[in-house]
């Protein structure tokens, strides 16, 4: 299996970067079949990790005594069963050119392997960007790197594409250690679908790995869409050898991702997500992940998902008292869930920017379309809270104000003639009682939460603030807010 073949950019069509590896790197790998298990819920659990091979790009230059990555070559270390990852055997040779009219001074030094110039061989320090995710040893300059991804992100938006980094955990599938299962989740057992017919299954048991993975509904209707408009990349935090597994089940015909796989091995910081190992522009680039704070330097690209909790450890993992969908023997609507709603998303986000902005070649941002559509879903609501916050918070800083605003509509403290939607959680308040008198929507806070997630205005009516007052001769009197 060629790197050059399998390699990010390749499958994005850079073709100077894939002619690199074939002339500098002559790599060759024969076997990608990694086992593992990891995941970011039981993480401590895992044993295994995984490393896989980079590419990279550099000028068309004899030299006089380079070193040739002449194989490298996966093999299998162990028995596949126990979870075991593979390792990457590198041999390096020199070879001696007859034409040599560069010499190592001479040099660019665009990347190491290790502390080895891919070019000429020299021990060099390069400062630049890690590509772990392709091989551990691989380091590529800055300016090489800003040059491949603008060439990268070029070819790319000349076929209409655009990039996609997508989370695996509980934004495409949820997973669970086999010792987490709960007796109500016994059924399953007989319910899972063959991993040899994984684009028809959802439900699949990987022994190997001591783990049960659920597919979140409309994901094989997601991706193949998806890919239609974009180029896609898996960026977990799980560990190498379970990001290629989950990969596999995903993407069983490697149509979608090829090596364009990132983990949390891979990356420079444990606990946070960047786009360095992502080929492309950043304001060509969008991400779909259901936590926001992995993404510290990338908020305006990131697309929030709400979690897929299927497992009942996963609702134990963030803190839920309440039944999992596994336990409730129910599932995520198809055409009417999360994954559904984002596609809607990405294609009126693609339709922006390559028609309504054909003519801005240069200028354009897919970070600025997202906030436009963002702003849309809530666009001519104007609305106030009562007794959401706490008297001392400033209602500006509260994170349900601020969720409004990003998507379009205004908030004020105060019930005016022009308020469209109160949002409470009592119907008792002042201001609840002035939107039934005034024929104003009187809605809970998750009316808000859902239009984020789902980017659309939801009914009202399916939203409603109840009264939860204990029946008259056990009610006390409070002085409702102002």
């Known amino acids: ?72 070559e996966i093999v299998q270390n162990g028995d596949a069963a126990e979870g075991s990852a593979s390792h990457v055997i590198v041999e390096q040779k020199l070879e001696a050119s007859s034409s040599a009219s560069v010499s190592k001074n001479e040099c660019t030094h665009p990347g190491s392997f290790g502390k080895m110039c891919i070019v000429c061989g020299a021990q060099v320090e390069v400062s630049g960007v890690s590509f772990a995710n392709i091989h551990k040893e691989i380091l590529i300059g800055n300016a090489e790197v800003a040059r491949l991804r603008d060439t990268d992100t070029k070819s790319v938006l000349c ?20 010792s987490h299962m709960v007796p109500e989740e016994g059924y399953l057992n007989n319910q899972i679908d063959s991993v040899q ?74 606990h946070q997500k960047s786009l360095d190992m992502v080929l492309g522009e950043e304001s060509a680039v969008l991400i779909l992940d259901d936590t926001e704070n992995v993404w510290p330097s990338h908020r305006d690209n990131l697309i929030l998902m709400e979690r897929y909790h299927f497992f009942a450890s996963s609702c134990r993992q963030f803190g839920f008292g309440c039944n999992s969908l596994s336990q409730l023997k129910s599932d995520e609507s198809e055409p009417e869930g999360a994954l559904a709603a984002v596609l809607n998303v990405l ?17 354009r941002d897919v970070r600025q379309v997202l906030k436009t559509v963002r702003k849309d879903i809530l666009k001519g609501c104007r609305i106030v809270f009562s007794r959401v916050f706490p008297s001392q918070f400033p209602a500006e800083s509260h994170h349900l104000w601020k969720m409004a605003e990003k998507l379009g509509a205004t908030c004020a403290t105060e ?25 104003k929507f009187l809605v809970l806070p998750r009316w808000i939460e859902g239009a984020n997630y789902l980017w659309q205005r939801l009914p009202e009516e399916n939203f409603p603030v109840k009264s939860n007052e204990p029946p008259k001769s056990e009610a006390k ?5 102002a």
């Not at 950019?9 to 790599?27: C, E, M, T, W």
């Not at 594409?161 to 997973?175: M, P, R």
């Not at 294609?347 to 200028?363: K, P, S, Y």
């Not at 469209?420 to 939107?435: C, I, L, N, Y």
Request: aromatic share 8%; hydrophobic share 35%.
């Open 159 to 178: 076929r209409k594409k655009l990039y996609l980094v997508l989370d695996l955990d509980h934004t495409l599938l949820n997973s669970t250690l086999l």
């Open 197 to 270: 017919d994984c684009q028809n299954g959802s439900l699949f048991r990987l022994s190997f790995m001591h783990m049960m993975t659920k597919l979140r509904p409309y994901v094989h209707t997601f991706l193949k869409e998806a890919s239609q408009m974009f180029e896609m990349y898996i960026y977990t935090m799980g560990d190498k050898a379970y990001a290629l597994e989950m990969a596999k089940l995903l993407d069983p015909k490697n149509e979608y991702f090829h090596a364009k796989v990132i983990s949390r091995d891979d990356g420079a910081q444990r």
């Open 415 to 439: 019930v005016d003639p022009s308020v469209t939607h109160v949002v409470a959680m009592d119907p008792g308040t002042k201001k609840s009682r002035w939107a039934m008198e005034n024929d």
């Open 477 to 481: 009197v409070k002085d409702p807010d």
């Open 347 to 363: 294609r009126r986000v693609h339709h922006i920017f390559f028609n309504e902005l054909a003519d801005q070649t240069g200028r």
């Open 1 to 72: 299996m060629s790197l050059v073949t399998d390699s990010p950019v390749s499958s994005s069509g850079s073709d100077d970067f894939a002619d690199f590896l074939d002339d500098h790197l002559d790599a060759e790998s024969d076997n990608e079949d990694d086992n593992g298990e990891a995941k970011d819920e039981f993480a401590s659990s895992s044993s295994s990790s995984s490393s896989s091979e980079d590419e990279f790009e550099d000028d068309d230059q004899p030299v006089s005594k380079r070193t040739k990555i002449s194989e490298v």
